[in-house]
């Protein structure tokens, strides 16, 4: 028997999609739309068209019943039901339409993802994690409060020294130090090799590459970053992402507040060793990728789509070709090789004057390179960037099932080194995660007390800033697909227009600014001011006896 | 907050001294306890200067086991002081209260200071451990010329309990130290000074920055780093860790636990030191509220605040005799005949330095990298 959803057999739509099956629903009114067409122009997706309907009204006037059909055609938005088309709930259409008559409402029964892997590919996109439950570093809090016995600081009055130190520290016994009158000075007989440290804002920015991100976007940032260091005092750092750097940044005197990502594809590199004998400053570090939160275990993917002229010539490739960096650095087979040699070969390139670390993904093998580097006295520091990191692109399944949380990986490090003795030399950074629901301060301030010497925001400041539509329902995600919104990860013109790089330099200020004073008002009830509280893990608790139990804190109730 | 009185003097003292010029502090603590630590001791002490003593509180039981374990390790009684105890209302007394002079094992006699004092130490040690878990002993100091006495109660019923207004016990320098208890349990090993191998300091004020710093310590390998039932023991550790285990100049200490800024250090001679001393050593750093008071194995007293001196602390006397007291009323009772006008209230930089013997007091300025 045939079946009937065949082509001229069968009218019921069995093989096609209801919109029950999307994530996001349009809500679309009839009453307020004056059909002028900016949604169904703006949306990125073309989830919604104009669609003409036939419509049959039947009336009748008069004491007697005497129906008359009336034929007519209306102008409707219509959402297509195609996966490849679906509705990402970003809702550029509201913002665009003049009468509030279109909204994108998210349906929590839709079964996108048993659909999303047409062609037998899965599902791609950027964005972060999507799991909207509240994170282990939302559920920390600030317990120990000074009050009467040790009394709380002002956060307006009291000097505030928030900085961190970028860079491996020397133990105290080995500092090269004579004396001389009764007071100590360097002592350079002893031909001992100090180790370049920076001091730095303890939030960093993370890796977001040229390319991943529109030229407007780098732009706001690094020129908020530059203010923040050269007119407001804070120095904070903003990390390159694999791709290299505007060859005009790379001979300017700004150098010094970008850290220089090198990753497995080695993108960008040949136009930075070409320029490292114009450098006027140093950068502020070298990162090494090892490894992402978002794609632990995976490479880096530019799509072809977003390798246009400026990306390909600081990259050095051609024009729109996909550009995947494997997930380990292919010319090394061993912790050894590929840590120790790079870390050298990088060291050796800015005559180690420049502090060089790796960055790896969140994972139960951290405290492994963990050790590797505690031994070795070139590793500046280690990034660990945990399961809620953020990405331009990546599988779905890498974003939200793979990698650890940060909160205790990051501890079970530093408890590590505490072990060790060596929680002072070999700095954390921590990422992933932070700022996930905009408690970037206090966020921060946690994965301090649990033991980072920083940390890494990424997602955060594209919200902030920029106004990224993304959240943990998978809204828009599209970065990956170079058609964002909002200009921020994409490379076509017509799209990052929209995006004024002034203004997010503007709020990339605004945002370090307000941190600061949060970071204030959190440490000064907790009596601290002078030095970060790295490591005062007796300051939080939790709500959760065995992830207490785990983070080696208190629990409260 | 507790409250801090020491003196320190050419001529011997009863440790009654510090302990009335407490009683004129008494708003600043709650009786919670008393801590006396004496140094460069006289009477029956001052022609045994240099055999270590070993002072302390044990059990009936406890002394058993204390004395099959001295008499193990070689060392041998030369001898012993116990106060007279006055039965004092709320003051549980222990069995036996002690200060027992020792003479070296054979094998150590002739051995440097440095190895005399890490076998004083692990002997300390190894007595606290077998005593702690039942409070059968407890040892407070084990060094020559060094007695530490300590029991909770009020400071001046203590002292009425220990009879030191009667007995002859006497020295040339005594911190004392009434408690107000804080955030820890009332227990006599929280009480200060804190002494190791001849490095002594009593603190007011919490300290905020106690984890990560008690962490530091205890990972430096060391076994004397240990303790810790009062967030102040730090503070002692820290004196003995940067003067005698990495060499510093006593004023670095100051310099480890409240650091100049990047840009004050760049002013400071030595900067290039400095910078890394700080990195270093960031751990260390204190937050506050804290006002310390301590001597070094010389005989030299001082004392030094947190960078924002959120504690209060002066300096007063004449030559010869100072007193370093949380406040000048402690300073009036203990040296009441002196110029007031020359009296010291040390700033966020300052750290007072008394030469050994009092013979002179000197302001050391962070800033300025000198006296």
Known sequence: ?????????????????????????????????????????????????????????????????????????????????????????????????????????????????????????????????????????????????????????????????????????????????????????????????????????????????????????????????????????????????????????????????????????????????????????????????????????????????????????????????????????????????????????????????????????????????????????????????????????????????????????????????????????????????????????????????????????????????????????????????????RGITTQDPKLYRRLDSDRVAERVVEVFKAADVELRKIFAPMGRSTELPIGMSDGLSIDDKAMAERLGISYAC | MCRLAAVTSREYISPMEPILALETMKEGHDGSGLGLTLKDLGGAFEKLKKYPVLSGICSNSGKKVLDDFMKKQGFKLKHEWNPKIKPVKDIAAHDHYFARVYDYPAAYKNKPMEEKEDLLMNTRLAVRKSGEPDESIFAFSFYPDVITLKEVGDPLQVAEFFGLDKDGLKAKIVLAQGRQNTNYAIYLYACHPFFIQGYCSMTNGENTAFVPIREFLSSRGFPGYMGYNSDSEVFTHILHYTTRQLGFPLQYYKDVITPLKATEIEKRPGAGALRLIKQSLRPLCIDGPNMIIGFTPDGACFMVHDSKKLRPGVVGGVKGKYALMSEECGVDSAVPKRDRSKDIFPMKYDMVIVSPQAEEVKVWNQLHGQA
Not at chain 1, 180 to 196: A, M, Q, R, S, T
Not at chain 1, 233 to 239: E, F, R, W
Not at chain 1, 353 to 373: C, D, E, H, M, Q
């Open chain 1, 1 to 485: 028997m045939e079946p009937a959803t065949r082509p001229g057999i069968g009218l019921d739509h069995n093989h096609q999609l209801s919109l029950r099956e999307f994530p996001y629903i349009i809500r679309w009114r009839d009453d307020r739309c004056k059909r002028c067409g900016k949604c169904t122009a703006v949306c990125p997706v073309k989830a919604i068209v104009p669609a003409v309907k036939g419509a049959r009204t039947v009336t009748s006037e008069g004491p007697v019943p005497t129906p008359k059909a009336v034929r007519s055609i209306t102008h409707v938005v219509e959402q297509v039901t195609d996966m490849e088309r679906y509705c990402t709930g970003c809702g550029a259409c509201t913002l665009v339409c003049p009468n509030e008559a279109i909204e994108p409402e998210y349906n929590q029964q839709n079964k996108f993802l048993h659909y999303k892997n047409k062609g037998g590919d899965g599902y791609k996109r950027g964005g972060r994690r999507n799991d909207p439950s509240i994170s282990t570093l939302d559920r920390l809090k600030f317990t120990r409060i000074s009050m009467l016995t040790d009394p709380a600081l002002d956060a307006g009055r009291h000097e505030f020294r928030i900085r961190s130190l970028l860079g491996r520290i020397m133990r105290p016994e080995d500092l090269p130090l004579a004396a001389e009158g009764g007071n100590l000075v360097l002592d350079k007989k002893k031909n001992i090799f100090v180790p370049p440290v920076r001091e730095i804002y303890p939030i960093m920015i993370g890796s977001m590459s040229v390319g991943a991100l529109s030229p407007p976007m780098w732009e706001g940032l690094a020129m908020g970053v530059a203010y923040l260091n050269e007119v407001e005092g804070l120095p904070v750092v903003m990390a390159s992402g694999e791709g290299g750097m505007p060859p005009r940044l790379l001979r300017s005197k700004y150098l010094k507040y970008f850290i220089i990502q090198i990753a497995s594809g080695y993108f960008g590199w040949d136009e930075i060793i070409h320029a490292l004998p114009h450098m006027v400053e140093d950068p502020a570090a070298i990162e090494i990728k090892y490894g992402q939160g978002a794609k632990p275990g995976d490479g880096g993917l530019l799509m072809a789509q977003k390798v246009l002229k400026l990306i390909a010539k600081i990259r050095g490739v051609p024009q729109f070709i996909d550009l995947s960096s494997p997930p380990t650095h292919q010319t090394k087979y061993s912790i050894e090789e590929a840590v120790a040699k790079m870390i050298q070969s990088m060291s050796m390139a800015w005559g180690f004057r420049v502090p060089v670390y790796p960055k790896i993904s969140g994972t139960k093998t951290a405290k492994a390179v963990l050790n590797n580097l505690a031994r070795n006295p070139y590793a500046a520091a280690l990034s660990i960037d945990g399961e809620d990191g953020g990405t331009g692109a990546a599988y779905n399944v890498s974003m939200d099932k793979m990698g650890h949380p940060i909160a205790s990986n990051i501890r079970e490090c530093y408890l590590d080194l505490v072990k060790q003795g060596k929680q002072n030399e070999l700095p954390l950074i921590a990422a992933g995660g932070v700022g996930k629901r905009g408690n970037l301060a206090a966020n921060a301030a946690a994965l301090i007390m649990l033991g980072a010497s920083a940390v890494s925001i990424g997602k955060y400041i594209m919200q902030s800033a920029a106004d990224c539509f993304g959240d943990e329902y998978n809204r828009c995600s599209l970065c990956n697909t170079g058609k964002c919104p």
